[in-house]
């Protein structure tokens, strides 16, 4: 049982220290449970800490005097009675309970509580009087031990709480810095660690199953406990990290004559080779059944021995039942592969490869077994992938693209269950417009936790590779990303004009005649309609009409070296785009005055009042035509 002496914030940080390490808790505080702070007393609630007032415990003990004096003090004062009677009656509340620890809070320097602090070195006396070890916060002098910033494993596959625990002290001198050496340490690990050292835990139990059967009815004969010391100090014992596990053991006799007594120790000895040298993951997912067959030498141990110069294996030289002895045969050999299937969700970026993150990268070319790709990833990325692995790329034609995304996710939960690992290819960002959350959500409800690796999303890179930069002071505070198509295809509400807005729309390029429409309030191509068809367009958008000698731009497979960017002003550009014959999917559209800020010697004053007439802006840019197309990439990319 552990006793915090306080009520604030670092007793709490101590109360959930002792609990993760499967204390009791007591809290001891003066005006009891109203006087914790808020985790504490929520803690109290749950069950998890006891709390005792200092009043409560002064009245248990047998200082009647004080009592009767208390009313003589007027309250806030402290008295050296007071100090007296807390003093006494810990000193006997210690002696009626079994407290192993005792830690002190309240007590930093700086705190206003100098009550406490007066307190302490009475406390920590009486403590050692009761031989209790003692922690005064911020006074290392009064202290028998430090806590150590810890960190408690689970296992990742059950979510259980692990026995396995990482403690970082630096014995009352930087804490800060311990505890950051704890998180730095504990991301070094596998996350497996939690898992493996519950599997361990149940493989030494099973290793010793017999050994109680055994002595349960009498059948150790010539050993008694000392012989079977295998928790003890001799080489056989698990535990004893000095001894090398490879040290030869006893032939097994093919007639079965071992003892148990050997036995055990044979099973320990495996157990001690299995957690020296089976890799922390192999470890985490063990089941009973390999287990067993670890215990009973029929599954072997990775190849150890073949390592192990100093020592002449055994398994060359013997039949198969003696070779077993020693467990030597690599685990893979014997034990089915039970490869955990798994989803990787990952983006491919706009297009270049050179644009895929490294994660994107070695997921492609390291770790899928099967590549589910959307049909738009470019064929640069697509040729990264290593002929072994298996590519299908979605056949998602308009008006079928929730039947493709469905027949998607069902392959990849279909192999992933076949324990491979499954790589869902999508187009720029998989989250933005690349529809991920539905799959996440898909995946989690069929038993997969799929990984999101964020691509960079061709939302911010096309405009950057088209010299369009979607904020840049001056001209565009802030940016907004819409899509052109709604969901099934309904049509979409578009942002009203901001003047110091870029609006990005992804999607849109098949539709630019609705989707400008949409944003002027008119049909740009059918001027008669205007009167007709005013109030149907002017629905699809929320605010301010947009001016119709605002630049755009359309920008196809931005990244790309086929990327064409085409310029011109609303009212002008679905001219354009018709002149320009064949789309080249995927595009998206930039509408704002951002699109010429940064042409030749730039326009960055477009926000200031009296700078020049928009006319006017507009025709130094595009030099008096009505649209510009511009091919390819810069140069600079071929060497990235
Ligand atoms: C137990 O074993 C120890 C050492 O092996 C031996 O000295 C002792 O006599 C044994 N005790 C019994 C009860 O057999
Ligand atoms: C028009 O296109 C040419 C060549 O593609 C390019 O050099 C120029 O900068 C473009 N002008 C605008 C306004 O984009």
């Known amino acids: 049982m552990v006793l915090i002496i306080g009520g604030d914030a670092l007793a709490a940080s101590r109360a959930y220290a002792s609990l993760e390490a499967d204390a009791a808790v007591v809290v001891l505080v003066r005006g009891g449970s109203p006087a914790l702070c808020d985790e504490l007393q929520w803690r109290a609630r749950q069950g998890q800490v006891s709390v005792l007032d200092w009043d ?136 497996e660690v939690g898992g493996a050292v519950i599997r361990i835990g149940q493989l030494r139990r099973l290793a010793r199953e017999h050994e109680r059967e055994a002595e349960g009815c009498g059948v150790i004969e010539e050993t008694n406990g000392s012989d079977l010391d295998i928790e003890g100090a001799n080489g056989d014992a698990e535990d004893t990290s000095v001894n090398t596990p490879n040290q030869p053991v006893p032939i097994r006799r093919a007639d079965d004559s071992e003892s148990i007594a050997e036995a055990v120790r044979r099973r320990m000895r495996w157990v001690a080779q299995v957690s020296e040298y089976w890799s922390i993951s192999q470890l985490s997912v063990l089941t009973e059944p390999e287990m067993r067959a670890v215990l009973s030498g029929s599954i072997g141990l990775p190849s150890v021995g073949q390592h192990n110069h100093g020592e002449r294996s055994p398994s060359q030289s013997l039949p198969p039942l003696q070779t077993s002895q020693h467990g030597l045969q690599p685990i893979l050999s014997s034990v089915p592969s039970k490869k955990q299937g798994r989803i990787l969700l990952v983006g491919s970026g706009p297009g270049h490869p050179s644009l895929l993150t490294l994660a994107t990268h070695s997921a492609l070319t390291k770790h899928a077994d099967l590549i589910l790709s959307d049909k738009l990833v470019p064929s640069a990325v697509l040729e990264l992938i290593p002929r072994h692995v298996e590519l299908r790329i979605a056949r998602k034609f308009p008006g079928n693209a929730d039947g493709a995304q469905t027949e998607m996710m069902e392959a990849a939960v279909e192999a992933a ?224």
């Open 56 to 191: 409560a415990l002064s009245s248990d003990s047998r200082v009647d005097n004080a009592c009767a004096l208390e009313g003589t003090s007027a309250p806030g004062i402290e008295t050296e009675l007071d100090l007296e009677r807390d003093i006494t009656s810990l000193d006997g509340y210690l002696s009626r309970t079994p407290v192993s620890l005792v830690c002190v809070t309240g007590t930093l320097s700086l705190s206003h509580s100098s009550r406490i602090r007066s307190l302490a070195p009475h406390i920590a006396r009486i403590c050692r009087a009761h031989r209790i070890p003692v922690n005064v916060a911020d006074m290392p002098a009064l202290c028998d031990f430090y806590f150590a910033s810890t960190h408690r494993f689970v296992d990742p596959t059950t979510g259980a709480k692990s026995s396995m625990q990482l403690g970082v002290t630096a014995n009352g001198e930087g804490c800060r810095l311990a505890s950051r050496i704890r998180r730095e340490a504990v991301a070094a690990l596998p996350k």
């Open 417 to 640: 269950r076949r324990g491979l690992t499954v790589v869902r290819l999508k187009q720029g960002d998989p989250i933005v417009y690349g529809r991920a959350g539905e799959e996440v959500l898909y995946f989690r409800s069929h038993g997969f936790e799929p990984l999101v690796v964020p691509g960079v999303s061709s939302a911010l890179a096309a405009p950057t590779f088209a010299g369009i930069p979607v904020t840049q002071r001056g001209v565009a505070e802030t940016f907004i990303v819409c899509t052109g198509v709604g969901r099934q295809g309904k049509e979409v509400r578009l942002p009203g004009y901001e003047r110091p807005r870029t609006l990005l729309i992804l999607m849109g390029v098949a539709r630019l005649s609705e989707v400008v429409g949409a944003l002027l309030g008119y049909s740009p191509l059918d001027t008669a309609s205007i009167s007709k068809d005013d109030s149907k367009r002017e629905g699809r958008r929320d605010g301010s009409p947009y001016p119709p000698n605002l630049p755009i731009a359309i920008i196809e497979r931005g990244s790309m070296p086929d990327q064409r960017v085409l310029v011109s002003t609303l009212e002008n550009v679905c001219t354009a785009l018709e002149s320009l014959g064949a789309q080249r999917p995927p595009g998206m559209i930039v509408v704002g005055w951002a699109v010429l800020a940064l042409h030749g010697h730039g326009d960055v004053r477009v926000l200031e009042e009296g700078e020049g007439s928009d006319e006017e802006r507009v025709k130094q840019w595009l030099g008096g035509r009505r649209w510009n197309v511009t091919e390819g990439i810069s140069e600079g990319w071929s060497v990235l």
